[in-house]
Nanobody
Framework: QVQLVESGGGLVQAGGSLRLACAAS????????LGWFRQAPGKEREFVAA????????SYAAFVKGRFTITKNNAKDTVYLQMNSLKPEDTALYYC????????????????WGQGTQVTVSS
């Protein structure tokens, strides 16, 4: 049973930073892709960033390039999302997800999800 637990969300002013963490357990993740998605009220879930467990493949949504960085710590089975220069439009529930797919930005390919962590950016 794959378990993903997010942490690190909170309230921050525009221009500030947060680091989200996703702790994975229950499976060997060497073949998994770990991704971050977000969903704001009344909007569809959207891709933010993803990284292969080997680190050989990384992808970002266009709207976060240069501001967000996805990294991982294999020893801790944890993936991080460093978010800088946050904007009010980044306010959303952020989810960690995993897929056996080798490369995907589509949430429909991800079949393991965490409960989400709320990020709120005030103006």
């Amino acid at each position: 049973q794959v378990q993903l637990v997010e942490s690190g969300g909170g309230l921050v002013q525009a221009g500030g930073s947060l680091r989200l963490a996703c702790a994975a357990s229950g499976r060997t993740f060497s073949r998994y892709l770990l991704g971050w998605f977000r969903q704001a009220p009344g909007k569809e879930r959207e891709f933010v960033a993803a990284i292969s467990w080997s680190g050989g493949w990384i992808s970002y949504a266009a709207f976060v390039k240069g501001r967000f960085t996805i990294t991982k710590n294999n020893a801790k089975d944890t993936v991080y999302l460093q978010m800088n220069s946050l904007k009010p439009e980044d306010t959303a529930l952020y989810y960690c997800a995993a897929t056996i797919s080798s490369s995907s930005n589509d949430y429909r390919d991800y079949n393991h999800w965490g409960q989400g962590t709320q990020v709120t950016v005030s103006s």
